[in-house]
């Protein structure tokens, strides 16, 4: 009798840890499709000249990237975590696009991308030094 209770909790754990991966793999397909806007060829965006209209005087504040989104994908962007954000910096079909992402969310003073506007520029002059920077700034958030 015992042993027919092994056998039984063991087909039970077994049947169960299949279905686990299946939804777990599922799940990571979900989530590739949902991201799938992240991506060079994609990423619709632009920088402009912002000012603080709520000072007196009004003064200049930088540039900022703005970046075409749906209420979705913000939501998706704002949700993801360090190591999503990394992986995507350091694939060749999103760094550029997950890096102006990033710049969008923090806010982050965009005077620098003016002047290396193309993922070849970037790639070139810049793309390891914002790595450095939001390796740091994601472990805050």
Do not use: F
């Given at each position: 009798m015992k042993f027919n209770w092994v056998i039984l909790v063991f087909l039970?754990?077994?049947?169960?840890?299949c279905c686990a991966q299946k939804t777990h793999s599922k799940r990571e397909k979900i989530i590739t499709?949902?991201?799938s806007f992240i991506n060079n060829k994609r990423i619709n965006f632009s920088i402009k000249k912002v000012a603080c209209d709520t000072c007196f005087p009004i003064f200049d504040v930088g540039y900022r990237v703005s970046v075409?989104?749906?209420p979705k994908q913000?939501?998706?962007?704002?949700?993801?975590k360090r190591g999503e954000w990394l992986s995507l910096l350091n694939d060749e079909?999103?760094?550029?696009?997950a890096n102006i992402l990033l710049?969008?969310?923090?806010?982050?003073?965009?005077?620098?991308?003016?002047?290396n506007r193309s993922i070849r520029d970037w790639r070139d002059?810049?793309?390891?030094?914002?790595?450095l920077y939001w390796e740091k700034r994601l472990k805050y958030h």
């Open positions: 039970i754990m077994t049947i169960s840890s499709n949902e991201l075409k989104l749906t913000k939501i998706l962007i704002v949700r993801m079909t999103t760094d550029y696009a710049y969008y969310i923090y806010n982050r003073d965009a005077i620098v991308l003016l002047h002059g810049m793309k390891e030094d914002d790595i």
